[in-house]
């Protein structure tokens, strides 16, 4: 008959297993941001097929990332957190199953707003419900509104200027604008959790996925021949940053 505390160390080594493994992607996905750049800045392989390699990485990153977190989730203490995570990841790896799966049968260029940026955005609402339990469950936090606090509006900016340089369609800046919105209620809700330790790795790649899909947007104006190459080595990090950074959350203090 097994005990109590066998079972007890049993799920202590599946979590520290799930956890080396996110870890691991990390590493990798980071190992291969600078490979990614240094062959995109000096022309080392076709763009075509240095799309298709960077869409592939990021499709079986996201998978990974997703599918442990979820394994991850019936361990944890903050269940339904993790479990936010693990639907926010896969979502996010669905748009890119849809991308990558255009991109191999109907050609290089992807009409957007597309299936995929449905995938893409859906993210943020599990990120923005991950945040608002987060908060809810700091005792008597408050949110004092200052000027300096306001920042995240500014991001506005982006779509906006797209939409007077750009030759996007009516619908493309609808879903420019709806994107940065999203992004900015997000950092706006992530304020009262910004200033505790805990939280910075995780903050983090939520900070580099808003990044990059602002990079995102801007690039599809500015670089319209190669504006994938810009922000694809970016996302599989941010995704790696986001899960292991909460995962790390339950190993630290509160403070």
Sequence with gaps: ???????????????EWLILTVKAVLVFTVLWAVFFYIYALYHA?????LNRVANAIQL??????GVQTLVYAQFSREYYLVLGIALGVLSWTLGQLYWFSYLLLEGPILPCPSIADLGFIS???????VIST?????????IVIRYRDLWPF???VVPIFIALVGENSLVHNLCNFATALTIVYLLWKAQPISALP????FLSGIGLLCLSDMIYMLSVVLFPEGYTLTTDALFPIALSLITYGLMKVEEMPDG
């Design 198 to 201: 805990k939280y910075q790795l």
């Design 45 to 49: 392989m076709p763009f075509a097929q």
């Design 123 to 129: 993210i943020y609402f599990f990120l923005i419900g």
């Design 1 to 15: 008959m097994i005990s109590r505390d066998q079972v007890a160390e049993r799920i202590l080594k599946r979590k």
């Design 154 to 156: 500014a991001l506005l």
């Design 60 to 65: 079986f990153c996201g998978l990974v990332i």
């Design 134 to 142: 987060i908060t809810r469950e700091i005792p008597k936090y408050t």
